[in-house]
C-alpha cells in the first residue's frame, strides 16, 4: 500500500474528485480543501508529502496558502492554473512552488508532474557514500542531504537542492537549458525555461554575497547556466 498523503485544494468540486479518485485509484491516501485556510489548517495537523492546490480560491488564494506554507516547510508544490495566467505562474515559482499544471489538464499530464516532483523530492542519490562537492565557499554534503555556504547552513527546497547539486557536479561546463530541465526536473521536461529563470533567481538569494552580481551561478544567454567555482 501507498503512504504518501496529497493535499488537493480547489474551490470546484468535480475538479477535486477527478484529482482525488485517479490518485486514490493508485494507492494514494487524498486530503481534499476547497480553499487555503482549510489547507493549511489540515497542513498544520497531518503529514503531507505534496500539496497540490489552485491559484484563484476563495478566503486565502493559492499564492498565499504556498507563502504560508513555505515559511517552515520544503513540500512540494504542485500549482493548478488556468490557461494565460501567466503572471501568476510566475510568482507562484518565486514564492516556492515546484510545478504547475495548466487546466483542463488530463490524467496523464497529472500522474506525470506528480510522478515527477515525488522523484525530485527523494532527496537520497544511489550509491552516495559520505560524498561532498566543495566549490569555493559552498559545500555540499551528499549523505547529509546538506548544503553550507560560507559556513552557515542554507534551506532549500528540494528541486533547489537538486538544481544546486546538478551544477556543482558540472561545474565549469555551460549547461544549456534543456540539459539542466531534463536532469533535474525530468525527461518529460525540457521546454520550460521560466523554471530555471526563477529558481536560478532563488539560489542566487541564498549562495551569492551579491545576487545582482553573482561569482557562482552566471548566465550564458540564448543558451543556459554556468556554475562557476
Same mark, same amino acid.
Given at each position: ?48 508529502? /505534496?500539496?497540490? #492546490? +489552485? ?6 488564494? &493559492?499564492? *498565499? ?5 513555505? =515559511?517552515? !516547510? ?64 559552498? /559545500?555540499?554534503? #551528499? +549523505? ?6 560560507? &559556513?552557515? *547552513? ?5 528541486? =533547489?537542492? !537538486? ?67
Amino acid at each position: 500500500m501507498n503512504t504518501t498523503t496529497f493535499l488537493v485544494v480547489d474551490d470546484e468540486k468535480p475538479l477535486l474528485d477527478f484529482v482525488r479518485k485517479n490518485l486514490e485509484v493508485r494507492g494514494y491516501k487524498v486530503l481534499t480543501a476547497s480553499n487555503g485556510l482549510e489547507a493549511l489548517a489540515i497542513f498544520n495537523n497531518e503529514q503531507v508529502d /505534496l500539496v497540490i #492546490l +489552485d491559484v484563484m480560491m476563495p478566503h486565502l488564494d &493559492g499564492l *498565499e496558502t504556498t507563502r504560508r506554507i513555505r =515559511e517552515n !516547510s520544503t513540500v512540494p508544490i504542485i500549482i493548478l492554473t488556468a490557461l494565460g495566467e501567466e503572471a501568476d505562474k510566475v510568482r507562484a515559482f518565486d514564492l516556492g512552488a515546484d510545478d504547475y499544471l495548466t487546466k483542463p489538464f488530463g490524467v496523464g499530464e497529472l500522474l506525470g508532474r506528480v510522478k515527477a516532483v515525488l522523484r525530485r523530492s527523494h532527496w537520497s542519490e544511489p550509491n552516495v557514500k559520505d560524498e561532498r562537492i566543495q566549490r569555493g565557499e559552498i /559545500l555540499a554534503e #551528499l +549523505d547529509r542531504h546538506r548544503v553550507t555556504v560560507r &559556513g552557515a *547552513e542554507i534551506e532549500l527546497t528540494p528541486t =533547489e537542492y !537538486s538544481l544546486l547539486v546538478y551544477l556543482m557536479r558540472n561545474a565549469g561546463k555551460v549547461l544549456p537549458h534543456r540539459a539542466i530541465l531534463q536532469n533535474v526536473w525530468g525527461a518529460e521536461y525540457g521546454h520550460e525555461a521560466e523554471y530555471l529563470r526563477v529558481y536560478i533567481g532563488r539560489l542566487r538569494q541564498k549562495i551569492e554575497v551579491d545576487p545582482l552580481k553573482p561569482k557562482y551561478l552566471r548566465t550564458e544567454h540564448g543558451i543556459g547556466y554556468v556554475f562557476e567555482g
